[in-house]
């Protein structure tokens, strides 16, 4: 089966080809270039920004596939969560090019599709589910941090999710304090890196209480009493580092033990990570520490494959597709706020 997937929820333009398993082509055409001067993402301007890309991105990954669309099988597309207009712009174009075509297609829930990311792998990048174990799933991105117990193939269940902040965000909060450029995540990293993680102690919001749930904005909020209260630090190298260190450690050391202590009471044997934030260094080494040190197998999108992108709505979309899904063209609807089950 071959299909033609895209995915429009938030700031990034992505057009994939995946057939039976394998990602042809994989075409991410990002926006935080425009929305850096704003300091974070601008519905209008992304939506107008997808409507520019959507065809030259979606033709490039036809051409990089070497796939013309008379041989398309079905084409899928993100149907939700994300921003309404954006969502809109990929799901309406995909849907009406099923139609002209006469095949099927498939709206695809965004969360779902990052629970399968991880499976990818290679070069180029082709689904492994031979090796799929049911899992626990942390996805950890600038919109949303949750835990998804992924029982089995196309079977999950949602364990919690951030009640507040998500982990990207209080990244991208933090560094904006520090006057980093958006998205902050990465440029905090950097910093961090060489910073000592013990300087500072903040705090672990809800990590001793017995739910899957997250909470960030008052660790964003101590960072900002903590730099209230001592203004030199802005002006101090060594100490910005020191806070970067150590606000990245106390988000770090929530995922990281929140995820393992769901692994250990579900009694599974896998850890999947993706999103956003699972780029980040320190928390893929922690994760996979922790993974090791209790006995179950980590396994981590690739860092390419961690940020938004359409293979993995493709991939999802085919099992879905396979397994005798689909929507009558012209039929589907976003489903901006869709919560994952
Ligand atoms: O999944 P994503 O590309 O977009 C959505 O939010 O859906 O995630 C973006 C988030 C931003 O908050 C960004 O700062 C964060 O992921 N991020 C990182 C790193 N790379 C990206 N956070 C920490 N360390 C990183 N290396
Ligand atoms: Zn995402």
Redesign the pocket.
Known sequence: MTILAIET????TSAAVVQSGRVLSNVVSSQIQLHAEYGGVVPELATREHLRNLAPVTQTALREANVTVDRLDAVAATRGP?LPSALLVGLKSAEALAFALRIPFLGIH?HEA?LYSPWLGGSPPAADFASFQPNVSLI?????TMLVHVEAELKHRLLGSTVDD????C??KV?KMIGLP?????A??KLAAEGDSHAFAFPRPMLNEANDDFSFSGLKTSVRYCLRDDPAILSDGRRLRDVCASA?AA?VEVLVTKTLRAVRRLNVGCVTA??????????RKELVGACRNAGIVPRLAERTL???NAAMIGVLAERKLLGGQSSSPLDTDIAASWALA
């Not at 950890?140 to 949303?144: A, D, E, K, Y």
């Open positions: 929820s938030c700031d990034e994300g965004h990052h950890v991105s600038g919109g949303h998500a982990a990207g965000e990244f991208d560094a958006y998205p902050g995540g990465p905090l990293e990245q988000i993706s999103g956003g934030v699972t780029c980040n260094l320190v928390l961690c940020t938004d």
